[in-house]
């Protein structure tokens, strides 16, 4: 029977033919997906008006596809939309971030800083990972006037220092 045994619905089996193969519904439906994007991005812009409110978007598990790309690029028609630079969700996304967000550097609002460790941890302390955090905070430093978060965690409060005293030395 084709009807689910518990609740009497019909049934629809969907097989993939290949495991290594990922369908995305919005990138198979872009046109659709941009189309609700444009619309909240729209909606966004009237609520936030001229109140000097920004949202900044921030990377979180790659933007390598490039329905993706394409939405970020339509909420940065916007003046309120804007991107957060997230150093450790780059590193876990394979550094496949950077470069998009250093093609819209001029839209970059705000850098979350903070070290990683090999096999994808993130949030980590300062000067303890596989991070060039030099560079990331001299980056930011050039790049975003207004505001960055570095991480610091209370209980690591002597590290953090000393990795920052080092920094500030150099």
Known sequence: SDRDPFYGAPVVVVVL???NVRTYVYAENEDFYLGK??????????????SGIK??????DGYDLPFLQHALELLLESPVFGLTFDIGHNYCAGDMDESFILAHQDRLTHFHIHDCVEGKKD???????????A???????????NRNVVEFYPELHDKHQAFCLQLYDS
């Open 17 to 19: 033919a290949d495991r």
């Open 37 to 50: 994007m444009r619309q909240f991005r729209d909606a966004v812009t009237a609520a936030i008006g001229d």
């Open 55 to 60: 949202v900044s978007i921030e990377n979180t």
């Open 123 to 133: 949030h980590r302390t300062l000067g303890t990972g596989v991070l060039d955090v």
């Open 135 to 145: 560079r990331y905070l001299a980056l930011a430093k050039e790049l975003v006037k």
